[in-house]
Structure formats: C-alpha cells, structure tokens
C-alpha cells in the first residue's frame, strides 16, 4: 500500500515518468528496513506507555483445586508483558526469523506471551520435573507436539501471520499465546509500561495495543522521518456488552 | 297408646347408652387422630426436609466435583479460549470449527452430569454452547442473569429465558484468568417439584417473591396456593387450601426461590380415621350385642315375675275372687317383697270376701227364716230343701262349686214370697185364680230381689226358674226340658217332695213313699228324670247319716213319723 500511495503523490505532482522512475527506486532502497537506514534518520520512532486501567478478570476463588505449584510460586510477570504494540497497516516484508522459547514451569508458560516474526521458531523447554505436552487448535497453526519429559524441549516454526494459542494437553489451565507478524515493527512493553518501535517508515499509520482477553486500541499516529512520535495506550478498551 | 314392655324399655336403653358411650369415644378419638396425624405429618415433613437438605447439598457438591473435574478439560478450555480469542481479534472471523469442538465437549459433559442443562458460558454471561436435556432452552447468545447473592457466587436461582434455574457455576481458568465458566442448571419445574414431592412423601412447591413457580398440588388447593401471597417461608406452619389444612414445612432457599414440602391434614386424618372407625365399629358391634344380651337377661329376670304378679291381678279383678299365692321367684330381694306382700293382699282380700260373703249368707238365711217363720207348715222348708238338693247333687256328681251354688239357691228360692200377701200365703182353701196369679209371681220378684246382690248372680237361676216344667207348662215362662237349668230341676224337684212330705193346714204330710211314687209318675211332664232318681237315691242315705238335722225339719223321715 505504502509505495503506492507514494506513487499516486508523485503522478499528481506531473513528473517525468524518467524522474518518476528514479525516485522509486530511491525510495525503495531508502525504505528498506534495515538497520544502518535508522542511522540515516529516514525512518521515524514511536514509543509511548502503555497503561492498564482494568486487570485481567480477577481469578475466581471457587476453583476446583487449589493451584499445584512445585516450588516457591515466582512473581508472576506483569500482565503489560501480555501486550503486544504493534502497525496493523504496513506492509508485509521479510523479516529476519527470531528465536523465541516459552518455557513450561511451575505449570505456566513464560513467558505467557511473545511475539515474532513469521518463520520465526519458538522452542518449548520443559523446565518441569514432569512431562508437559504443547498443542494449539489456532486456525492455519493447528499441532500438537506430543508429550515430552522434563529437561527436554521441543520447538515450531510459525510461517504465517496470526494470533496461536498454545495450551497444554495435560495441564488444562496453561496457555500461552504467541503474534507471528509478517513485518518487524512491533514490541511487547517494558515492565514499567514504556515501549519503544524504532524504523518505522514515515507516515500515517495505524498503531494496536492488543492484548488477548481485555482486546485491542487502535489510534491513528503520524511517524515523520527521524522524529519521534509519542502515543500513550490506556487499556482497556473492553467495552461493556451488556 | 300403651306404655313399652320393660323389655323394649331395657333395650332401648342399653341401646342408646351404648350408641352414646360409643359416639362420645368416637368424637375423642377422631380429634385425636386428627391431632396426632397433624404431629405426625409435620414430623414427616420435618424429617423430609432433614432427607431433602441432606440430599441435596450431596447432590451439589457431587455435581459440582464432578463438574469440576469435567472443567479440567484441556480440549474444551483450548477452543475455547482460541475462539474467544479469534473472535476478539480486529480482522479475524471466530472459527466454526472451534466454536463445534466447544459444543462438542459441552455434549460429552452434559453427558456426564445430572443436570438438565449445561452450558459454557463466556466471560460476559453469553452462552457459548449448551448441552443437556434442557439445551435448547439455553441457545447459544442467551444472556445469563447473574447469579444474585446467593448460597455462594457460584451457586443460585437464575433466570433464564422464561424459566428458572438453580444454576451451579464452575469457573474454567487459564491460569489466574477466567476465560469462561460452566453452567450446571437444574430447571425448577414440576418435574423437579415432582422429585421433591417424592423426597418429602408428600406434596412440594417451589416458589419466587410469593408466586408458584411449580408445585405437585393439583386441583383448588393450587388455585389457593397461587393465591396464599403472605408467605413467611422461614418456618413450618399450617395453612387452609381448598377448605382443607395443609402442614407446610419449608425445605430450602435458593436466593428468593423457595422450596417448600407440603401435606394436607385433612386427607391423612381421613384414612387414619377411618381405620380408628373401622376398629370401633367391631367394639361397637360387640358392646351392643353384649348390651341386647345382658339387657335382655336383665328384663326376662324382672319382667318375669312381674308379669306372673299382674297376671295373677288380672284374674283376680276378672274373675272377682283370689287365686292361689303367686310363687316367690327368688330374683331380687324387692321382687320377692312385692310379691309377698301381694300374697298377704290375697289373702286378706280372700278372708274379707269369705267374711262378707258369710254375712250374706246370714242375712238371707236369716230372710229365708223369716220368710219360713210367716206360715208354720212351711217352717223349715228352706233349709230341707237345701239339704236334698246338696245330696242329690252329691248323687249327680256335681263339682263342690255347683254343690255351693244348690244350697244357697235352694235356701232363697222362695224368697219372692215375700211379696205374697198374707192372707194368700196362708189361705186354707183353695185359691182363687186371682190368687193363683199371685202366687206365680213369687219367681220373678225372688230373682228381682237377688238381682241387687251381685255375688249370688249364680242363684237367680234356680229361684226365678224352679216352678218350669219340662213339659212346658209351668211359670214364669214356661220353658221346656234342657231351656231350664239343670240346678232349677234339681229345685224344683226337690221343691216338690217336701212340698208334698209336709203337712199343711188343710191337709196332712204325705209318705215319702207315696210321694215318691207321685214324682216318678210326673216324670218327664212335670219333673225332670234324673233329678228324681238322685233324690230317690240320694234318701236313704240322708235318713241313714243320723245327720244334725232337726228332726222337726223332716216330717218325712221314718224317725219323724212315728214321733
């Protein structure tokens, strides 16, 4: 969409198609996303907060079972790093694959959320001294890795865009979910809410705070070359249904 | 109208003290019946509801542990919380097929559970799936009403749709999230107020802020129970349905639901009743056979004797005269004195009649003297006269009574001559035809002096009859052969021997052979034949008994003669 639109600004400026030619190979080459182009300040910087106004819905005390822990119960991550900021409208390139690992321990997957580029693998290390097992029935990324024991780990690739949630077949209450992207700008939030998405081509762009239960914001953010915009998320923005 | 036997007096009696004695048991019986059936059905209900809460608060925990454990489930918690997720993300449609695994995992639970309805339900109290008999009144999209401050958060009466529920709720959890919940609902509806009335062995209802949600009553009784709007369901009480009394005893409450066993009074008592009545009937029956007998008993042993006693009454007052003594019965002390005491009546009674009836007799013995005293030559007629027809009775084989009749008959049967003046009576010649009349009137006036006096009725026969003769040609009426009494022939006959015996002024006495001979020659015209013949035979023996007659009396005996 984005050279296109770059296109269309040039054809209403009447150039020489020569002219015209010329200039998109230059900004083909200038967009590129790589690192040494940040450097040139052609591409702007979003960073923001990202607060939490309503926390996930509080655990019900009516459970069935206490929950089993083996061990001291670690100090659960801070539910800003189950966001996940993110351009929903730029286009898709090839990203570098990351390697990412969620490990299963204490019966919980952590971290509960990461995200990644598409082709990216994420290994399951099984950090428990019993087996886990790591399936998802997330549409176009349905597997199952089986069962496997302590110390072992097993791992996927995800090639295409989505949102995967990954459970464990023997631990009914472990999830995790993992946003393969098909482009690179996007982060997870530091612990103390600050973000930071650097490269980000000049433009309007649309900017998504997006968390698995309590939903998504989208605001509109314009990135101008070498500058840095600010956008502040509250969340939730889970609206009332009833 | 006469007044009852004492026997239907008895009986009545004894009847209607038993009929009494048995209503006033019946009437204390039913109302203890009735008393002890309305205990007895409120301990049932009591009990019940100990059965009831018992029951049931094991039936929720069990649905709820294995519901709990059904929630474990890995499959259903997935696609779930996929589907939720895809169906939240910005650009991404929910996935069908996940949402089929969701209901397909709902199915197999509901399966599991004895619930009527099952449904996963997302964070914002949306059906997702349903399964359960009862599914299709819980589609999927239906709005659950949140369970409202109830037994716990997860347990209470929801509505849903147009019913109500008792809803058990099992949080699914993802870690520290809930990503949904399962919904046990048990439908509060007859069916379940069925089960209830089961447990209770009675009735049951389950009502909301007074109105009946279902109830196993039928008929007016549940026209009145939708009505009975005051209800304090906190403790068990007695109401009026239908006319009838109802025990209510609260079982449970679910939020404003609450659920209540009932159970008429009125219709147990009936039964209980009817069993006391069926058991007092045969008493009854037994008491008042015991009572006919006994009362009975009781009469025959005083009627009895009493009845002797007034039988005995009645033929003295008909026959005038005092039988023998009424034997004493021995039954009872006062029977036996009124007896003897009516025995000393008789008696008493008897000698004053024997005492009068001498002083009669000596008063028409003393009449018919003075009648004989008028006229010399028939001196002693009366009293000889007497004498003859006593033994010719004695000869005629004649009861004593009869005997007793003769000789008084024969002492008065003369005594009409009263009215015969003197000088007719004592004429020396012969009578004239005027005085002839006169003299045949003397029958008639006898009898109509005897007629004042009623004990010797059976006399006026033989005074008023003794000049017939059998040939029909005496006075006064001139009856013939058997129309005049055997006790007139006898009279006449003897009438006529002394009549002829005798001497009279104008003539002297004649042999009693001669005279004799003269009867029997006017047998059948003048005398009647077999009186002639007694006194024939009756005359030796009269003469031969050296009787204390006076000789002077009769001139005809042989002895008289030569003196």
């Known amino acids: 969409m984005t050279p296109l639109r770059h296109l269309r600004r040039l054809r209403r400026g009447r150039l020489p198609l020569p002219i015209v030619a010329t200039l998109i190979t230059a900004a083909l080459v200038v967009w590129q996303p790589r690192s040494e182009v940040l450097g040139q300040s052609a591409v702007g910087r979003i960073t923001g907060t990202v607060k939490l106004t309503l926390a996930n819905s509080a655990p019900s005390s009516a459970s069935a079972y206490e929950r089993r822990s083996v061990g001291p119960r670690p100090k659960p991550l801070s539910e800003l790093k189950n966001v ?39 290994a399951f290390p099984n950090e428990d001294p019993f087996f ?80 698995e239960r309590i939903g998504e914001r989208r605001d509109r953010v314009t990135i101008r070359s070498g500058a840095a915009a600010q956008m502040n998320f509250t969340l939730p923005v889970l609206e009332p249904e009833q | 109208m ?102 397909r995992e709902a199915d197999k639970i509901a399966g599991h559970v004895a619930a009527d309805v099952l449904a996963v339900v997302d964070g914002s109290h949306r059906v997702v799936a349903s399964g359960g008999r009862l599914a299709s009144a819980w589609p999927r999209g239906t709005i659950m009403g949140g369970i409202a401050d109830d037994v716990s958060p997860t347990e209470g009466a929801v509505s849903v749709g147009s019913g109500m529920y008792h809803v058990v709720s099992v949080p699914l959890q993802l870690g520290d999230a809930t990503v949904g919940s399962l919904e046990l609902g048990t439908a509060l509806d007859s069916r379940y107020a069925r089960e209830l009335a089961e447990l209770s062995r009675g009735d049951a209802a389950i009502l909301s802020r007074g109105a009946v949600l279902a109830s196993t009553v039928s008929g007016p009784a549940a026209r009145d129970l939708a009505e009975l709007h005051e209800w304090d369901t906190s403790a068990a009480r007695t109401v009026t349905l239908a006319g009838e009394s109802w025990a209510i005893q609260p079982l449970s409450q679910l939020g404003d639901v609450s659920f209540i066993a009932l159970a008429s009074i009125d219709r147990a008592a009936g039964g209980q009743t009817q069993a006391a009545l069926r058991g007092l009937a045969w008493v009854g029956l037994g008491a008042i056979s015991l009572a006919v007998i006994g009362s009975v008993w009781l009469a025959r042993t005083l009627t009895n004797p009493i009845d002797r006693l007034s039988r005995s009454l009645t033929a003295m007052t008909t026959h005038a005269r005092a039988r023998d003594a009424v034997p004493l019965s021995g039954t009872s002390r006062e029977l036996d004195q009124l007896t003897t005491t009516f025995n000393s009546l008789l008696a008493s009674l ?21 009648l004989d005293a008028r006229d010399p030559y028939t001196a002693g007629h009366s009293e000889r006269v007497s004498i003859l027809v006593v033994a010719m009775g004695e000869e005629l084989e004649l009861d004593s009574e009869t005997k007793e009749t003769l000789r008084l008959g024969a002492l008065l049967h003369d005594i009409g001559k009263i009215g015969v003046p003197d000088e007719v009576l004592r004429k020396s010649g012969a009578l004239s035809a005027a005085e002839f009349e006169a003299i045949k009137t003397h029958p008639s006036a006898g009898a109509r002096i005897l007629r004042s006096i009623p004990f010797l009725a059976p006399h006026i026969p033989m005074v008023e009859l003794h000049h017939e003769r059998p040939d029909g040609l005496g006075y006064p009426y001139g009856l013939r052969g058997d129309e005049i009494p055997l006790a007139a022939r006898i009279v006449h006959v003897a009438d006529a021997f002394d009549a002829m015996t005798s001497a009279r002024a104008y003539r002297t006495g004649r042999m009693p052979v001669e005279a004799i001979a003269e009867l029997r020659r006017c047998v059948g015209s003048d005398f009647d034949g077999r009186s002639v013949e007694a006194l024939i035979a009756a005359l030796p023996r009269l003469v031969a008994a050296d009787a204390p007659v006076d000789p002077m009396a009769f001139q005809w005996a042989p002895r008289a003669r030569s003196a």
């Open chain 1, 84 to 122: 996940v900021i993110f351009f929903s409208d730029l286009p898709a390139t090839k990203p570098a694959p990351m390697q990412a690992s969620i490990a299963q321990k204490d019966e919980q997957f952590a971290p509960h959320l990461v995200a990644v580029t598409a082709g990216s693998s994420v």
């Open chain 1, 132 to 211: 886990h097992n790591v399936f998802s029935l997330s549409r176009g990324a349905a597997f199952n890795l089986g069962r496997y024991p302590s110390g072992s780990s097993r791992s996927k690739t995800f090639n295409r865009a989505g949102i995967i949630k990954v459970f464990c077949e023997i631990h009914s209450h472990m999830s995790a979910v993992i946003r393969v992207f098909d482009h690179g700008w996007f982060t997870v939030p530091n612990e103390d809410g600050t973000y930071t998405v650097d490269g980000v081509p000049p433009g309007d762009h649309t900017l998504v705070a997006w968390h």
């Open chain 2, 2 to 103: 006469s007044a009852p036997r004492l026997v239907t007096r008895a009986l009545v009696t004894s009847f209607l003290t038993v009929a009494l004695v048995l209503g006033a048991v019946f009437a204390v019986l039913s109302l203890r019946v009735r008393d002890q059936v309305r205990q007895s059905v409120a301990d049932n209900l009591a009990s019940a509801q100990q059965v009831f809460t018992r029951v049931e608060s094991r039936r929720q925990q069990d649905m709820r542990a294995s519901v709990a454990i059904l929630a474990e489930n890995p499959t259903l918690k997935a696609a779930l919380d996929t589907w939720l997720t895809e169906r939240n993300g910005a650009n991404a449609e929910a996935s069908s097929e996940l949402l089929a695994t969701v209901q």
């Open chain 2, 350 to 370: 008897a000698s004053a009649e024997a005492e009068a009836e001498a002083t009669y007799l000596g008063a028409v013995r003393a009449l018919a003297a003075a």
